[in-house]
């Protein structure tokens, strides 16, 4: 595996392979790995002749009191894991080689409609960091497939609808959550959990499974949303929002919707977790 640190020599080194005439994936991450990257990472080997993994704490996206200092970072690690799932290159370029001029005077790639409301809401100007990395790690890569976790299913439509708005000749792939055995969600964030958080975390899952099959039995949605928060609450979490949107636009779920998805983010001590889940329902 290559590692490389600096736009040029990524470049230079993904044109000769791009002369071969081989095609090229993406996994952005941002370090810290776990069996949920990695699959990302054999899920990009069946797409493409090139994997490129970056691994980027990209201060844009967090707010003024989260975790940028504090986020874990584990390279070597990461570059252990990453050997071992034949990835071909690592790009881990500095905060500097991102955003010359500082992040603060970047140009911002704003995505409208679907990056506003629950993490968008809860954390003022996260999407605008998320869109403008990714926009530019497209645009450094120019890779022919990229590749996404769904455990983030927001960030997956606000990618998705930047690379339409944009017509970026990029194909999206969305991987479905990785969960441990107890249903937990795979997260870089589960580091912060102690033992105990870590069984109660579990809750989230089993109130999003509860909520998917009282929709199921055309229960009211309002209903549902209110007693999950109640739900997680009397788990020890601090819910934060608990959603049930249309599955493409996240607009609140209409009497007629059948594609749905339902959100949730809840702290869980210090902790912010987010996790989905989604369901069609049958016609009525």
């Not at 069996?35 to 967090?62: K, Y």
């Not at 990618?159 to 870089?188: F, N, W, Y």
């Not at 636009?249 to 949730?264: F, G, K, S």
Request: glycine letters at 4%; a neutral charge.
């Amino acid at each position: 595996m290559q590692h490389l640190t600096q736009i040029q020599q990524l470049r230079d080194t993904l044109a000769t392979y791009r002369r071969q005439g081989q095609r090229i994936a993406l996994v952005p991450t941002m370090g810290n790995l776990h069996a949920g990257h990695i699959h990302l990472v054999e899920t990009a080997r069946s797409h493409a002749d090139i994997v490129v993994s970056t691994i980027f704490v990209n201060p844009m996206q967090f707010g003024k009191n989260e975790d940028l200092d504090s986020y874990p970072r584990t390279l070597e690690q990461d570059k252990a894991k990453l050997i071992a799932a034949n990835c071909d290159v690592l790009f881990t370029p500095t905060a500097n080689e991102i955003y010359p001029t500082g992040h603060e005077n970047n140009t911002v790639v704003s995505v409208p409609q679907v990056s506003t409301r629950y993490c968008g809401a809860s954390r003022p100007g996260h999407f605008d960091g998320v869109s403008t990395v990714v926009c530019k790690l497209f645009n450094i890569v120019q890779p022919d497939t990229a590749v996404f976790g769904l455990k983030d299913y927001q960030q997956f439509l606000v990618i998705s609808k930047m690379v339409a708005d944009l017509c970026l000749p990029v194909t999206l792939v969305g991987v479905p959550t990785q969960r441990d055995g107890s249903g937990l969600a795979l997260s870089s964030r589960n580091s912060y959990l102690s033992e105990k958080q870590k069984h109660d975390a579990v809750a989230l899952i089993e109130t999003l499974r509860w909520a998917a099959s009282d929709l199921l039995a055309r229960k009211p949605a309002h209903a549902i949303e209110e007693e999950a928060k109640r739900r997680l609450s009397s788990a020890g979490f601090t819910p934060d929002y608990f959603a049930i949107c249309h599955a493409r636009t996240l607009e609140p779920a209409q009497q007629n919707d059948v594609d749905l998805v339902i959100l949730a983010a809840a702290y869980l001590g210090k902790t912010r977790l987010i996790d989905n889940i989604t369901l069609q329902l049958p016609p009525a």
